[in-house]
């Protein structure tokens, strides 16, 4: 499969604790993005990567959000402290920056007890 | 306000009905713009752009009023298969070293669609 990919696709953790997602993009596309979704709503952009640098971050990405894409090629998003309102999809999506159409993957959907 | 909104529905149809939905966005200077279906609890997959000539694609009409700020998406004959959570985007276009490219989307909320027999 050669999607993007990412791990884990289910996550249950306490209130609290600290949770790392990585999301694996398609092999040749630069762009990286990370949107967060909730029930009833429509995906909600997060942050994006050109290559290895982050190039913007939205207002909701707070100080506990931490995204990283060390290589250029996987990323990571961590959520430390977690809270009961970052229950969510967090959804990847990638792309070649000339195209304007973003592939995602399956997502991540966390439950913070 | 939010950037892109949409009528949520549900909207329930019978099998070869012909159904309308509806976006507005308040940003003028969106750049390009688009449908995404989403099925149940999975991920969003882009259905297709809109263009202000507008464009079609099969059963799929697609239509863009630049100044009302207006987007339409038209599904005729509609099949059960259709039954899903359409959204509609936009974006704008960000500077990179090679020039511009198309930067994050922002979604509307969703409209339901089911599809019955």
């Known amino acids: 499969d050669t999607g993007v990919s990412q791990d884990p696709r289910h996550k249950i953790t306490k209130r609290g604790q600290n949770v790392t997602f990585r999301c694996d993009p398609i092999?040749?596309?630069?762009?990286l993005y990370w949107y967060r979704q909730t029930l009833g709503q429509g995906p909600e952009f997060l942050t994006y990567?050109?290559?290895?640098?982050?190039?913007?971050k939205s207002r909701l990405l707070s100080d506990r959000f931490s995204a990283e894409r060390p290589k250029g090629s996987f990323s990571t998003l961590e959520i430390q402290r977690t809270e009961q309102g970052d229950s969510a999809m967090y959804l990847c999506?990638?792309?070649?920056?000339?195209?304007?159409?973003?592939?995602f993957g399956p997502g991540t959907r966390l439950t913070v007890l | 306000r939010k950037e892109v909104e949409q009528d949520p529905g549900p909207f329930n149809v019978p099998e070869g009905a012909t159904v309308a939905f509806n976006c507005t966005y308040s940003?003028?200077?969106?750049?390009?713009f688009f449908w995404y279906r989403q099925d149940c609890r999975k991920e969003p997959k882009l259905l297709m752009s809109?263009?202000?000539s507008g464009n079609e694609d099969g059963r799929f009409t697609a239509q863009l009023n630049r100044a009302s700020q207006y987007i339409s998406l038209l599904i005729r004959d509609s099949k059960l298969s259709d039954s899903a959570t359409y959204l509609c985007?936009?974006?704008?276009?960000?500077?990179?070293?090679?020039?511009?490219?198309?930067?994050?989307?922002?979604f509307g909320q969703g409209t339901i669609l089911t599809v019955h027999p």
């Open positions: 092999s040749e596309h630069n762009r």
């Open positions: 999506a990638s792309s070649w920056t000339s195209s304007g159409e973003q592939f």
């Open positions: 809109v263009y202000s």
């Open positions: 940003n003028s200077a969106s750049q390009s």
């Open positions: 990567f050109q290559n290895e640098a982050q190039l913007e």
């Open positions: 985007v936009v974006t704008g276009i960000t500077p990179n070293a090679g020039g511009t490219s198309y930067g994050k989307l922002t």
